[in-house]
């Protein structure tokens, strides 16, 4: 609880990953890449129930003994390659009791610490925003990026009076990096979508942000995760 707001936590995984399959429960510096997330969610001073969202027995039986609840079983039907991501969160806060704030965690974010969790929830009161998501500074500019036509052909991404060629020249942008979303429960009903002109963001380290796709991803993650286990 926060201000006298109660804060429901949400992590969906489901268990048809096609990148990297069955990612969600596979070992990462010894644990189920999940834990890593449940772990953190449960250190919050801010989140009064941590709950998961899947249709996958064996990663609802991981969750559970690493301590998430799991108080229903997402419906097949939404836990397709093509079902939006909002659909299994509006579907959850159909099934539990009504909380003021809720906040989305994926576990494809497991150097994701909990006080990031704790610093986007608070920045969206702080601001009285209605919904608050991590963000971080990309590797690249997309100033320097270039758009490839079918004769190979090379034309800026993005364009201006000038182009910038030393880094402290552009702009500082800023793009998501999945770890935290947060939002005022009735509002994200009504908006169905953390992504409005009216979320702000929370800026999280780069070295916090690894979104974990491909196989490549999952190896980083366990050599960062065992360097900060000493």
């Given at each position: 609880m926060i201000d006298g707001k109660t804060v429901l936590a949400i992590i969906p995984a489901r268990g048809g990953s096609k990148g990297v399959p069955r990612k969600n429960i596979r070992e990462v510096a010894g644990k189920p890449l999940i834990a890593w997330t449940i772990e953190e969610a449960k250190k919050s001073r801010y989140i009064d129930q941590t709950i998961l969202s899947s249709e996958d027995d064996e990663i609802i039986s991981v969750a559970r003994s690493w301590g998430c609840?799991?108080?229903?079983?997402?419906?097949?039907?939404?836990?397709?390659?093509?079902?939006?991501?909002?659909?299994?969160?509006?579907h959850a806060l159909s099934q539990v009791s009504k909380y003021d704030y809720i906040v989305l965690l994926?576990?494809?974010?497991?150097?994701?610490?909990?006080?990031?969790?704790?610093?986007?929830?608070?920045?969206?009161?702080?601001?009285?925003?209605?919904?608050?998501?991590?963000?971080?500074?990309?590797?690249?500019?997309?100033?320097?990026?270039?758009?490839?036509?079918?004769?190979?052909?090379?034309?800026?991404?993005?364009?201006?009076?000038?182009?910038?060629?030393?880094?402290?020249?552009?702009?500082?942008?800023?793009?998501?990096?999945?770890?935290?979303?947060?939002?005022?429960?009735?509002?994200?009903?009504?908006?169905?979508?953390?992504?409005t002109d009216e979320t702000v963001a929370y800026i999280m380290p780069k070295e916090r942000s690894i979104d974990i796709d491909t196989e490549f991803d999952l190896k980083v993650a366990s050599i960062l995760l065992d360097s900060t286990q000493g």
């Open positions: 609840e799991v108080p229903f079983k997402r419906p097949p039907e939404l836990a397709q390659d093509d079902t939006p991501g909002i659909d299994p969160v509006l994926q576990p494809t974010s497991p150097l994701r610490k909990a006080e990031d969790i704790d610093g986007c929830i608070h920045t969206c009161l702080r601001l009285s925003a209605n919904a608050c998501v991590s963000v971080t500074e990309p590797d690249k500019s997309p100033y320097w990026m270039y758009k490839v036509d079918d004769r190979k052909r090379m034309s800026l991404l993005l364009t201006g009076d000038s182009f910038a060629v030393r880094r402290q020249q552009l702009p500082k942008v800023y793009a998501l990096n999945g770890a935290v979303y947060v939002a005022k429960s009735e509002w994200i009903q009504a908006k169905k979508s953390f992504l």
